[in-house]
């Protein structure tokens, strides 16, 4: 899955795209695809936004599509609406509960 990032009017909209291609990144490749600095990438890592939570020393994280996904909705928040940094985990946290809570609607209705 590839996601892109399409402006129209001024505004982001986030859409998901499905694509059978490559589904691991470097970090570099990640903040290249998503338009965030590296350094970035890597604060966002130790909030525990992305990835496993900490860069290890020596191990260089991997991130998939989803989390590119998520790297560009963080950075969204932050550039277009002003979210401090700090409060990033937790619109984090509370989106992806948000569309777990969607989803298991989504079953629950289903047949």
């Keep these: 899955m590839i996601n892109f990032v399409i402006l129209e009017k001024h505004s982001l909209v986030l859409t998901r795209a499905e694509y059978p ?56 928040y932050r550039r277009n609406y002003g979210v401090n940094r700090s409060a990033l985990p937790l619109i984090s946290r509370l989106l992806r509960d948000a569309a777990r809570l969607e989803a298991e609607l989504r079953s629950r209705r289903e047949p």
């Excluded at 496993?52 to 991997?62: D, W």
């Design 21 to 76: 291609g490559r589904s691991a990144y470097s970090l570099e490749e990640a903040a290249e695809l998503s338009g965030v600095h590296p350094d970035m990438v890597r604060y966002y890592v130790r909030l525990g936004i992305l990835g496993e939570g900490s860069l290890r020393p020596g191990v260089e994280p991997i991130f998939d599509d989803d989390a590119l996904y998520e790297l560009r909705r963080i950075e969204h």
